[in-house]
């Protein structure tokens, strides 16, 4: 069974940035793709940017040109660095990755606090 670890969050002022990152280990097997995921008690998860093992992305409209996601194959790892915070920013973010064509786990969270 696989384990995501994520690291990064934090507490930063508008404006500021963070890098998030997410580690893979255990019982890994193809990674097909890895995203970050955010959630907040009065929003539904929604997915923040994704990279897929070819290398294409997609990010979500609110967070183009601030956030950039990458992947070190070799560490099994995804990150996010997060540019020009905004207090709407403020969630819980979390780590998905799929294995192969069906098996998906997720990471604990990590909190991002956006706040003057």
């Known amino acids: 069974q696989a384990q995501l670890v994520e690291s990064g969050g934090g507490f930063v002022q508008p404006g500021g940035s963070l890098r998030l990152s997410c580690a893979a280990s255990?019982?890994?097997?193809?990674?097909?793709?890895m995203a970050w995921y955010r959630q907040t008690p009065k929003k539904e998860r929604e997915l923040v940017a994704d990279?897929?093992?070819?290398?294409?992305?997609n990010y979500a409209d609110s967070v183009k040109g601030r956030f950039t996601i990458s992947r070190d194959k070799a560490k099994n790892t995804v990150y996010l660095q997060m540019n020009s915070l905004k207090p709407e920013d403020t969630a819980v973010y979390l780590c998905?990755?799929?294995?192969?064509?069906?098996?998906?786990?997720w990471g604990q969270g990590t909190q991002v606090t956006v706040s003057s």
């Open positions: 998905n990755v799929l294995f192969g064509i069906s098996n998906v786990a």
């Open positions: 255990g019982s890994i097997f193809s990674i097909n793709r």
């Open positions: 990279i897929w093992t070819g290398g294409g992305t």
